[in-house]
């Protein structure tokens, strides 16, 4: 008898406890409905917003639009989203379709009911964006083609008058590695010019002009030095020569006649 009360007791307590489970665990909603703050009911998503499958969630999904040049094909209902469709020539980024473009090399056509459609762009025209109109290809006027235009990129045009030289009035006569010289006639009405050699001087070459420039100038300045040395010596002379030919009574000294 006692172990069939206690088996009771067990089975109740088992049976309250998987209530409670289920309680605190929610409720499993429907496609378009959702669940409410204390999970213990189901409601309709509201307008703008859908659920598409079975949830527990308290949220709905909002409803995309239809945006760059696609357009919608079924609205958005309480349990399946927008469907979106590209325009005629466009291509889609996704699969939703939400947003296309028009790629290089085709361009947008915009037709009388208000609708554009992306058309391969036709012969001698280009497009180097996305969703842009188609543009002729410039033509090379009194220029050579060097690269021809395609339906994704505009013609490289390069002016025939960049590859003629221009005159020019100076002839080179010769050139050196160690110098160069030109020859200029210029010619006039009344006048005509003589013809013209100069040879550049190197840095060198006026560096060492300058270094024997001042070697001679030290030599000149001792010469000069020298030579005014000269009538000193000479003065000396002179005055010694003058103190020999004193008489000798002069001198301090006495002159004894020979015996």
């Known amino acids: 008898m006692l172990w069939q009360s206690f088996y009771i007791i067990w089975s ?40 598409h499958k079975h949830s527990e969630s308290k949220e709905c999904q909002n409803c995309d639009p239809c945006e760059l040049n696609s357009s919608e094909i079924s609205p958005c209902t309480l349990t399946n989203n927008t469907k979106c469709r590209c325009f005629a020539g466009f291509t889609r980024l996704d699969e939703t379709q939400k947003i296309c473009i028009c790629p ?27 969703n842009s109109e188609c ?34 009035s100076s002839l080179p006569l010769s ?17 005509i010019s003589t013809p013209t050699t100069s040879f550049p001087v190197s840095q ?16 000149l300045l001792i010469l000069i030095l020298k030579l005014s040395q000269c009538p000193k010596k000479k003065t000396d002379i002179v005055r010694q020569g003058s103190a020999c030919g004193k008489p000798v009574e002069e001198s301090g000294e006495k002159f ?4």
């Open 12 to 51: 109740f307590s088992c049976l309250l406890w998987l209530d409670q489970i289920h309680v605190s665990s929610g409720i499993l909603c429907k496609p378009g409905e959702k669940a409410t703050r204390s999970k213990t009911n189901c409601e309709p998503c509201p307008d703008g917003q859908y659920n």
């Open 104 to 130: 290089v090399g085709s361009g947008i056509k915009h037709l009388e009911n208000g609708l554009r459609i992306c058309e391969k762009c036709p012969p001698n025209t280009f497009t180097d964006a996305v």
């Open 135 to 168: 543009r002729p290809l410039p033509q090379c006027i009194q220029s050579s083609e060097t690269i021809p235009g395609t339906v994704t990129s505009d013609i490289n045009c390069r002016n025939a008058a960049e590859s003629v030289v221009p005159p020019s």
């Open 175 to 191: 050139s050196t590695s160690t110098s160069t010289s030109t020859m200029t006639v210029t010619t006039s009405r009344n006048s």
């Open 204 to 219: 060198d070459s006026r560096k060492h002009a300058l270094w024997l420039a001042s070697l001679a100038a030290f030599l």
């Open 256 to 259: 004894l006649p020979p015996v």
